[in-house]
């Protein structure tokens, strides 16, 4: 596997870096995950801004979400494994569950994987820069798949991704709408039509794959997509692309 990732990072403890070096490129080239997600070192003030940007998921406008309380029993047991007698021994617990469809909106700046922003002439060998940029894509599947939040012992997030879009452009564009608004796939394709008539991109430099719905209104917009039947398809498409670019 990839070995440049810090022991705090290989633990999962990743809100502060504990690396102590010298200037922020150091950090970088130490660490994929201070490369990716950014850091603060408090004690030497060195710090990285994240490239890598996610909005809150939050239930789709003029849909409320649903809220249910579930009631939990926490059994303590002795050494024989029995159920000691008294109030301590079991706990109940209520947990609160929501459900509804939900919208969010991610960007990643793959372009500054394994480049210092405070001196952007120092940047990792295009390998390094390539593998990162491909793991924190391929990371979205996790999230697509419902392989995130707390609770997931028992309440792994029961998910099915029911539209997606995915815009990997080899030039900056500006952000896609967030999917809470309802039209959120026609803004997000006029954005794109209107960076394009701008000159800003062109067709061939922005790799656009929809799952679902979206697919027929960039189409419609005629703009270039692929279309893709699943999320993971979608994410190996934008892959590739980051692959080819990078
Ligand atoms: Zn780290």
Not at 212 to 239: M, N, Q, W, Y
Request: proline share 3%.
């Amino acid at each position: 596997g990839y070995s440049a990732i810090c022991d705090s990072c290989k633990r999962h403890v990743m809100y502060r870096s504990t690396l102590n070096l010298n200037e922020e490129y150091e950090y970088v080239k130490e660490c994929a995950i201070e490369d990716l997600h950014g850091f603060l070192h408090a004690d030497k003030q060195i710090r990285r801004e994240s490239i890598v940007k996610f909005s809150f998921m939050i239930p789709i406008e003029e849909q409320r979400s649903e809220f249910s309380s579930i009631t939990h029993n926490r059994v303590v047991i002795d050494k024989e494994g029995k159920i000691p007698k008294g109030e301590q021994a079991m706990m109940l617990m209520k947990r609160e569950h929501a459900s509804g469809i939900y919208g969010f909106l991610c960007s990643m700046d793959l372009a500054c994987a394994g480049v210092s922003l405070a001196n952007p002439d120092k940047k990792l060998p295009q390998y390094d820069r390539k593998i990162r940029a491909e793991a924190a894509i391929v990371a979205l599947a996790d999230l697509f798949s419902g392989h995130f939040g707390a609770a997931q012992a028992r309440a792994t997030p029961i998910i099915k991704t029911l539209e997606l879009v995915c815009m990997a452009s080899k030039k900056p564009i500006p952000n896609a709408i967030h999917g809470f608004y309802k039209d959120y796939a026609e803004e997000t394709a006029s954005i794109v039509k209107a960076a394009m008539n701008q000159g800003l991109v062109k067709q061939d430099e922005i790799k656009i794959v929809a799952v679902g719905r979206p697919a027929s209104i960039f189409k419609a917009e005629h703009i270039l997509i692929d279309e893709a039947k699943t999320v993971s398809e979608a994410v190996t498409r934008i892959v590739e692309a980051s692959d080819q670019w990078l």
